[in-house]
């Protein structure tokens, strides 16, 4: 009840004269209680407010308030403000959706200020909506940061107020994936999702059909349970005309004082109810949703609180409606409650026009550097989170926690997307730059322990020191330059973060072309030398200058390729030699400018490349498994600045090419062409201009072309926007009909010029057939099949029957008004001066026959998301296969992951429970083998070690999997209700094997895979020490002892135990500490030798058959689940 008082003034007019009569104090109550009346039309009033995790300004800047002159936002003040405002008013409601604010304010704040939000949260007053860092992108992100981002904000909400988000709140997207809707929405537990943005014809039709709200089916293979309730707003997500009230809005409030002038009570009433009918007139049921709220409000929240309670209370007086303050989880209930039919929606929202001329199709490929920033560091994140379980999570020391909060902020709607200013996009690559310094150290830190050698006790051996090279996308590895001195080795350890076997080839670059290369055995492997491009020296020492401020040594003549066989989630050694002669792996090379003498072949697969006299500056693909020629040539499309009539510029954002045709790249009238032949691959380089290369590459025994393109600078002095396109030319029949994939998972069917839910109107042929693409591409016929895959997020689409085009880099000199109010116009600054971003990426192109592409589609692109992770250290001579661990595997022996699953996320979280994630790659009927249930034994997985508790949970992990499933709601449909597929069955606790359906992603929570760790305290022991054990049997440890005071400085440092026992009781006694892993279950602890010390002991601990973990222990808690130690000193208990 809000309570509102003023005077009231009895008038009294007496001839000309106002004589004002007596004054009494009157209080007016708000009766803001909130009601569901099923006979009247129910509004729900949800008070939100939208805050950008980085935009026009970055984010911090957003939270503090800085840097006003943009925009004046403080994320800060919005929370405090709506804080103090619920604790006025118990009826009082608020949603909040981006973590990566809340936790910056939860920080700051006094555990007396916990426990009243705290509160709040329970009684529902403020509610988490999305609950992920950031209100993510669904065009540009892989699904795998989706989940990754939305897990770390879950994560949080749940330890801090033991909550679970129900609802998807998407309000700001450019168009929404069908990945979002079943595996961001329904995978989750949501009740329902919501979203602002859809095509502007698409929306129309909706209100005049009461269609805005459906049941959309994101997922063909995963049936009726991959749907979930979906409303699409009548219009943006603010509120109608006339009702926003920040301090500053123009919206008229209701004056209620009748002392005052301009009193206005019924006049509002009547404009509240007229905007209320306005909407039941396009949605179905009594209950209506009003947001309350837009861009950074409620930064004064009692401006609007204050007049919402006049709403709620004169509306409901008034009686022809019921006003409520709301939540959309409220109100989905409300929907539910109804028991009405909804329409089927399957395949998903893209693309998003908010106008004839105005596709959101641009921002698919704007930014393309910072999109592959994106992505390369989401694939090391993968595997340095599995670094970080193999080797033990430390409370101190690095972590991947710094680079799991840059990514998870990366896949904002408005960074990854491409779409922010550009000093918001630096700071964005600034934040993933830090937190990928801190996983480096993580990795180099992890591979040296797992790679230490169990040595005998009195040979010493310091951690491996290891660098790695982030730029070898340029061929920039100041690692493998560096000019070996006399008997010295590099040692490249190979990382496979992947549950399978890999033999894939490695390319680094070397200072000479005398070296050979040997596996862990001794046993040399082919190599190949190649010399480094012209192209790659220029952009190496631009680059290099430009972003690390030092130029890189011109030593670098060549680059060294190797096949590396690696082991399924683990690690091979390689040693690389100066022979100081020619080695047999140097290329033979073919170079020519202009045009050909004759026909040039190059390929010994079922893929061969082919130039002609006429076709230097296009590549020609032959499949010879269906005699099927793909050519490949490179355009750009000039942007549109507007017209008269339609200012509609090409920009972040919109894509309007100026005409519906490409224009060719004009270069120079000499292409140059080189064919590089070797022993694992041959390569074909070729100059298109001054500004667009190309690397093509075929490997032996694979059937796809790997092709390395470099454009940029794109030339801006004639004053155009232009749009780099790649087209690839075949005579398929194709009817019009492609593939495209949402997020990186399901495969979408696009057909040219046509949407499934209404009748398009074409004014825009190329921006409006143009679809987001994170894995690939794909179209076929009835009998050919013909595949692309990309490095990252980019745009593309089939514009003409048999052809494919992608678009790979944007300059845009002109805005294309929204919002954002700056030019697209990415440059690269060196001491000569700027010029435009110079980008450099690789996209694959396969032909198969029909039905065929599905395998390579599927297990390829996994291994381009996580590629090989290198790391280098100089050893003397043979030093490093004698004494340390060259391979190793985290499975049992022999075992790998079946070809048609993914290993997602293995990682350990901060309460030492692993957090594990199994995802079947093949969707329902793509692949006549593959596409099968198929199961996964968690006992090979980790090596048989004992797992106390295998609990399956929601796709965050922040619900057990049944408990989500009992809460869901299954809404009723129109028509058919949609198909219900065969899921995995519970996994048995005994067995402990997943069954993954087609498409489906299991999630588990898992404990007791290592023991639990505390820190060590000071503890007094005297010079022999008895421990005993009861109850358990002891397995093999390995303990490393790192003495904190000088004292100890004569102790081994290393001592090796096996202990191969089957009593139920040990008596151990000894001068030494150790820890006993013990069934898996926490372990206690033994220090001792003579005098009072403080020791620190740093464990590795053998868990799944390598060692794990350097932790400190608290010997008081070391032993908290039920065993019993019994110390004895001196004969008597200590």
């Known amino acids: ?277 306005a909407q039941v007139n396009v949605t179905r049921t009594n209950h209506i949703m009003w947001l309350m709220g837009t861009d950074f409000r409620y930064q004064y929240a009692y401006s609007w609180y204050r007049q919402m309670d006049k709403f709620i209370h004169y509306v409901n007086k008034d009686g022809r409606l019921n006003v409520l303050y709301s939540t959309p989880s409220i109100y989905t209930d409300a929907k539910y409650a109804a028991n009405e039919s909804w329409p089927l929606k399957t395949d998903d929202f893209f693309p998003y026009a908010d106008k004839p001329n105005a596709y959101w199709t641009g921002y698919f490929t704007s930014r393309p550097a910072f999109k592959r920033y994106v992505r390369d560091l989401s694939g090391y994140y993968l595997a340095a989170r599995q670094l970080e379980f193999l080797r033990g999570r430390s409370s101190s020391g690095p972590t991947t926690d710094m680079l799991a909060d840059a990514l998870a902020i990366a896949q904002h709607h408005d960074a990854v997307s491409g779409t922010q200013r550009q000093h918001v996009a630096a700071d964005y690559a600034l934040r993933l730059s830090m937190g990928y310094l801190q996983a480096e150290k993580l990795v180099a830190s992890s591979l040296s322990f797992l790679s230490a050698s169990k040595s005998s006790p009195d040979k010493k051996n310091p951690d491996t020191k290891f660098q790695q090279c982030p730029l070898l996308n340029i061929s920039y590895c100041p690692a493998s330059e560096a000019r070996l001195s006399s008997g010295k080795s590099l040692v490249v350890v190979v990382y496979n973060s992947l549950g399978w076997k890999r033999e894939e080839v490695v390319r680094v670059p070397v200072s000479s072309e005398n070296v050979i290369v040997k596996d862990a055995s001794g046993k040399e492997v082919v190599s190949q030398i190649l010399p480094l491009s012209d192209i790659t020296l220029r952009i190496r020492k631009e680059y290099v200058k430009a972003y690390l401020g030092r130029s890189p040594k011109d030593t670098a003549k060549h680059v060294l390729a190797f096949i590396a066989s690696v082991p399924p989630l683990g690690f091979s050694s390689y040693v690389i030699s100066d022979t100081g002669r020619t080695g047999r792996g140097l290329s033979a090379s073919y170079v020519t400018s202009g045009s050909l003498n004759q026909d040039v072949e190059v390929g010994q697969g079922n893929l061969k490349l082919l130039y002609s006299e006429e076709g230097v500056k296009m590549s020609r693909y032959l499949s010879t498994k269906n005699q099927v020629t793909a050519e490949q040539t490179y355009a750009y499309y000039i942007g549109s600045n507007g017209t008269d009539k ?164 944007r300059r845009m000199l002109h805005d294309d008004i929204r919002g954002v109010g700056e030019i697209l116009n990415e440059t690269v600054c060196l001491p000569d001066g700027c010029k435009g971003l110079t980008i450099r990426g690789k996209f694959y192109v396969q032909i198969d026959k029909p039905g065929d592409g599905a395998r390579w589609r599927r297990t390829f692109g996994q291994e381009i998301y996580s590629p090989l992770l290198l790391a280098f250290t100089e050893q003397e001579g043979d030093h490093w296969i004698n004494s340390h661990k060259t391979t190793f595997s985290a499975f049992e022996p022999s075992y790998s992951l079946p070809n048609n699953v993914a290993l997602l996320t293995l990682q350990e979280l901060e309460n030492g429970e692993v957090l594990l994630r199994l995802a079947h790659l093949f969707e329902v009927g793509e692949d006549s083998e593959y596409s099968v249930m198929t199961k996964v034994e968690l006992k090979k997985l980790f090596n048989n070690k004992k797992m106390s508790k295998v609990k399956e949970t929601s796709l965050t992990g922040n619900q057990e999997k049944a408990e989500m499933e009992k809460r869901r709601l299954i809404w009723k449909v129109e028509g058919s209700a949609g198909e219900e597929v065969k899921r995995g069955e519970a996994v048995d606790e005994e067995e402990l094997v997943v069954e993954l359906a087609p498409m489906e992603i299991r999630t588990f929570l898992i404990r007791g895979t290592r023991p639990l760790v505390f820190p060590l305290r000071r503890v007094t022991f005297p010079n022999t020490l008895s421990i005993g054990f009861a109850g358990f049997g002891l397995q093999e440890v390995v303990a490393s002892l790192a003495p904190f005071s000088p004292a100890l400085s004569g102790i081994q440092q290393l001592l090796t135990l096996r202990l191969e026992l089957s009593r139920r009781l040990f008596w151990l006694n000894g001068r030494l500490g150790f820890v006993f892993a013990v069934d898996g279950a926490p372990s206690c602890l033994l220090a001792g030798s003579g005098g009072r010390w403080l020791v620190l002991v740093r464990l590795r601990v053998s868990v799944f058959g390598h060692m794990v973990g350097r932790v400190r222990f608290l010997l008081q808690r070391v032993c908290p689940l039920g065993l019993r130690p019994k110390v004895v000193m001196n004969g008597g208990p200590l």
């Open 1 to 277: 009840m809000a309570v509102k008082c003023f005077h009231s003034f009895a008038l009294h007019i007496l001839l000309a004269t106002i004589v004002i009569g007596g004054v009494n104090s009157e209080c007016i109550e708000y009766n803001t209680a909130p009601r569901i009346v099923t006979e009247k039309i129910n509004v729900h009033l949800v008070p939100h407010s939208h805050d950008d995790v980085g935009w026009l300004k970055t984010v911090d800047q957003y939270y503090v308030g800085a840097n006003n002159s943009i925009r004046g936002a403080c994320v800060e003040n919005v929370i405090e403000s709506v804080i103090a405002s619920l604790l006025d008013d118990q009826n009082r409601k608020f949603i909040y959706v981006e973590m990566a604010f809340f936790q910056r304010w939860w920080r700051q704040q006094s555990n007396a200020k916990k426990v009243k939000v705290k509160k709040l949260v329970d009684s529902g007053q403020l509610e988490f909506i999305n609950g992920g860092m950031c209100m993510h992108d669904e065009a540009t992100p892989h699904y795998i940061d989706m989940i990754d981002q939305t897990t770390l904000g879950h994560q949080f909400i749940k330890s801090e107020f033991g909550q679970v988000p129900r609802v998807g709140w998407q309000i700001d997207p450019f168009g929404h994936s069908a990945a979002q809707a079943y595996l961001l929405g329904a995978e989750l537990g949501f009740d329902s999702l919501f979203f602002a943005r859809i095509d502007y014809q698409d929306r129309a039709k909706r209100l005049r059909e009461k269609t805005l709200e459906v049941v959309w089916q994101g997922s063909k293979s995963l049936g009726s349970s991959s749907q979930i309730f979906t409303g699409v707003f009548p219009r943006h997500y603010d509120p109608p005309d006339g009702f926003t009230f920040e301090i500053n809005d123009v919206s008229p409030p209701i004056q209620d004082d009748p002392s005052l002038f301009d009193y206005n009570v019924q006049e509002r009433v009547n404009d509240f109810v007229a905007a209320a009918l």
């Open 646 to 809: 339609d200012p509609q510029a090409s920009g972040a954002y919109v894509f309007r090419p100026d005409g519906s045709r490409p224009i060719k790249s004009g270069g120079q009238a000499q292409a140059q062409l080189t064919v590089v032949r070797g022993p694992l691959f041959d390569e074909v380089h070729q100059e298109f201009n001054s500004w667009i290369s190309q690397i093509t590459r075929v490997y032996k025994g694979k059937d796809h072309a790997e092709i390395e393109f470099t454009v940029g600078p794109i030339p801006a002095d004639d004053g155009n926007s232009k749009e780099v396109i790649t087209k690839l030319t075949t005579t398929m029949k194709t009817n019009g009909t492609f593939y495209t994939d949402s997020n990186g998972r399901d495969f979408i069917k696009r057909v040219r010029d046509f949407r499934t839910d209404w009748d398009l109107q074409v004014y825009q042929p190329v921006a409006g057939n143009y679809y987001p693409i994170n894995l690939g591409i794909y179209m076929q016929d009835k009998t050919s099949e013909l595949s692309v895959l990309v490095d990252r997020a980019v745009g593309g689409s089939s514009l003409e029957d048999g052809q494919i085009e992608l678009m790979l880099h």
